[in-house]
């Protein structure tokens, strides 16, 4: 009888709460009139004065840069409470908690993959500004090429120490580019290179340098989530 | 002026970063690090709170974008008084827990200065931002930080509490990005400043909906009654010093959002009376369940929930003095809510269970911080002489001058069963006989000084409130003028 009293209370609530997003008309003209939403403006000043080919990429690392910052720390943060939580339960180093061989086809396919999807995640990130994708997605794809390393071979391991260099290196380079635009521009993360010509490698300035710092880090910081998971010891065997 | 606002976010995030790198040259730098920072951003925040009463708020632009196109950061004697308040009861946990896990190894400590030292930033970004989105990132860090620092003690319990807290702060998150987006559906714009000067273009029944996603959602993180069920096992098993860190830097920015939400960015008329009932009923079903608890953590979680309903409905009163009496209530709840935890898991040191039948006979052990405990307990119900009571007297004189006479007499009725519980401790410490397999745990040298300089900081209160009340009026008045916050923000060019 409570049941049914509750998934009654909540479909009434679901109901009208629906109803409410279904009244603001997504995909049409929503916003109020008489307003000047951001988007707009956005959408306007990427090209000038950011000179950047990409919108999400401005929007993300140059207009709502901070939040951006605050995103990465979220990530960092997450892996460390990882770390924290899985800290008594670790093997030593080589042990893992999943044991299986994989068979000769998957070993030789994935070294033949894996400087490819370095490679791809490499190139998402460093062309972030200018086509679709950017740090956290080729960070991503390079974590998943490390995933990949580490189910094909039994004792691949990745030290735990160069990721934390690196992890920590990029956070630094994504910081500090923010307060050195503080120190030339007067604010936090503001731009300080020259922007250079649209569409040219070169361009956007300190953009392409944050969302590099990005991938770096987001890619270390995946890969060591994957490993500190794989080299969990598991409650039957410990 | 000496620094700007952002730097209370650049520098720790620079500092948590850096962290791990430092302590691969020397282990004791990951523990000394975080109390440099938070020194020096106690000293920053103390500057440019000095410089904005004499001078009016600071509104910091990021990237170069005025609002509302990009981010702010607004430091006014509100916000201002706020951060000072969490950075220094950040450096006060810190200092009290530099020789935590000392004995053990490396990588636990580096975990929990990281996550402590998260933990405020975030809290202090929460209060010091001018944007809807920012302030969700901002809780996102806390959360995490304070879900991490709830699980740190490995063990079922403890789990179980991080589990549960993590749950909640899901669906927390949840329903803050679902406002968020009505926000924005709707006005096309996430400054605060902006939302505040066209709120009145909305949709009524959407603002509707997106305040209460607010509420509910900041509510979990605040405490509010039905929404609590994570608050006191996370308390309980979270390692001492962090329930402080919870009760006097977590709850106030959660309460912050909330009250920025109501008294800036929206106009619904009834958002008072319904604060005033939420505040009510959380205070006195926490108060009446804190009686009933046999663990001293958990008591002293639910009178923080207590607290925290009684600081809702002093907001709630919508008036001058409300706020005043809600901003006083806060700063002595912070203070003396922290001692309290300080002195607390040090009598209960060594039980296994913290139950409060085991700090009886703890006063001829433990002297010093038997009298802390007790002045913290004397302090929080509201007796004179100490903080508690001018703050107490505040929400009721409050209330009086609201003509809210039942307020006034369901507040006065809670205060006595408040002081019952408390006494029941204090009075256990202090003329039962010690149990035989309990053995006292002396302070550490820090634990000492901090507890000292918060009984300090209780009684000069409570003996000179002038002493702060300046202050906190300059704060009261930034809190209300709305028009003057939309201005200051929006006139940057």
Known sequence: MKKVLVILLLATMGYYIAGSYFDIGFGQPHFVQGVKPVKDIYLAKTVKPLTVSNAVTSIVVNFRGFDTLGEVTVLFLAVTVLGSLLYKKRHAVGERSVLFSASSIVTSGSKLLF???????????????????????????????????????????????????????????????????????????????????????????????????????????????????????????? | MVGTPVLFIAIPLMAAFLIPLLGMIWKELVRIVPGLVLTYLLILAINLLNHVLVHGPIVEVIAGWVPPIGINLVFNAFSGFLVTLMIFLGLLVWVYSYRFKRNVDYEPALKYFLMLMMLITGSVGIVLTGDIFNMFVFIEITSISAYGLTAFYKGRNSAEASFKYVMMGSIASTFLLLAIMIIYAQLGTLNMADIASKIHLMDPKLKIVSYIFFVVALGIEAEIFPLNGWAPDAYAEAPGPVGAAFAGIVVKAAVYAIIRYTYTIFDLSGSFSFLILIGMITLIIAETAAIRQEKLKRMLAYSSIGQMGLVLVAFGFGTKEGVFAALFLMLNHAIIKSLLFFSGSYLTYNSTEKKISEVNGMSKYLPITSLLFALGAFAIVGLPPFAGFWSKLAVLTAAADSNMILIMVLVLMVSVVELVYYLRVVNRVYFFKKEAAVKPQKPTFNGLIVMLVLGAIILLIGFYPDAVTGMLHKATNSLMDKGQYIQNVLSLK
Do not use: D
């Open chain 1, 115 to 238: 400087p490819a999807i370095i490679l791809l995640g490499a190139y998402v990130f460093i062309h972030g500004h200018l086509s679709p994708g950017g740090g956290f997605q080729g960070g991503v794809i390079i974590a998943s090429g490390f995933l990949l390393m580490l189910l094909a071979y039994e004792n691949y391991s990745v030290s735990h120490t160069a990721l934390s260099v690196v992890e920590s290196l990029a956070g630094i380079t994504f910081a500090g580019v923010g307060l050195l635009g503080f120190m030339h521009g007067g604010t936090f993360l503001q731009n300080f290179l020259p922007v250079g010509v649209l569409n040219n490698l070169f361009s956007g300035g300190v953009i392409p340098i944050i969302y590099i710092a990005v991938g770096f880090k987001v890619g270390a910081e995946l890969t060591g989530v994957i490993y500190t998971v794989l080299h969990e010891k598991g409650q039957s065997n410990g």
